[in-house]
T-cell receptor
Framework: DGGITQSPKYLFRKEGQNVTLSCEQNLNHDAMYWYRQDPGQGLRLIYYSQIVNDFQKGDIAEGYSVSREKKESFPLTVTSAQKNPTAFYLC?????????FGPGTRLTVT | RKEVEQDPGPFNVPEGATVAFNCTYSNSASQSFFWYRQDCRKEPKLLMSVYSSGNEDGRFTAQLNRASQYISLLIRDSKLSDSATYLCVVTPNTGGFKTIFGAGTRLFVKA
């Protein structure tokens, strides 16, 4: 079945640690995205990539980094520089205009 | 002004009711429009695309008014399973790379 996978579903880290969230898609989509969602709020774009080896900052990129070495993979690293990293992180991809989402990773930093 | 604005609700309706959500967008050059559904603690899922001619999918009807820059979603004969947050989504004319998501309208359907 085609789709987007994110792992892990839940992640707990201590403050000051970097953590990498995985996102893999087998939809053959060129564009991939990372969003952050806080309780009761909408999606905010962190980074997006239109093609392999290229990516752009979204609206809230500070404290995050990404790579796009393969078409299928778009991992997100939450660095210790991110002031409020606890959130629900969603990865998405598109082959046209509508976006398809992975199940998300809930990150809790204490 | 936010690029995409929705009434946050919540809308509390009884089963069988008809409920309508509206959404306004600020960029008149926006190209594509969608409604997504998001269940509690889950990812958003595409509900339907929105076209100028309007489109219907079973109990759901979506309309686009480009002149007034608003999008609507009508749900007829509400079911308990319709309880969710409905997100209005707009893509600018540069393609799908900077899709804008509204904050969502929360719907509770009660027995």
């Amino acid at each position: 079945d085609g789709g987007i996978t994110q792992s892990p579903k839940y992640l707990f880290r201590k403050e000051g640690q970097n953590v990498t969230l995985s996102c893999e898609q087998n939809l053959n989509h060129d564009a991939m995205y990372w969003y952050r969602q806080d309780p009761g709020q909408g999606l905010r774009l962190i980074y997006y990539s239109q093609i392999v080896n290229d990516f752009q900052k979204g609206d809230i990129a500070e404290g995050y980094s990404v790579s796009r070495e393969k078409k299928e993979s778009f991992p997100l690293t939450v660095t210790s520089a991110q002031k409020n990293p606890t959130a629900f992180y969603l990865c998405a991809s598109t082959g046209g205009y509508e976006q398809y989402f992975g199940p998300g990773t809930r990150l809790t930093v204490t | 002004r936010k690029e995409v604005e929705q009434d946050p609700g919540p809308f509390n309706v009884p089963e069988g009711a008809t409920v309508a959500f509206n959404c306004t967008y600020s960029n008149s050059a926006s190209q594509s429009f969608f409604w997504y559904r998001q269940d509690c603690r889950k990812e958003p899922k595409l509900l339907m695309s929105v076209y100028s001619s309007g489109n219907e999918d079973g109990r759901f009807t979506a309309q686009l008014n480009r002149a007034s820059q608003y999008i609507s979603l009508l749900i007829r004969d509400s079911k308990l399973s319709d309880s969710a947050t409905y997100l209005c989504v707009v893509t600018p004319n540069t393609g799908g790379f900077k899709t804008i998501f509204g904050a969502g309208t929360r719907l509770f359907v009660k027995a």
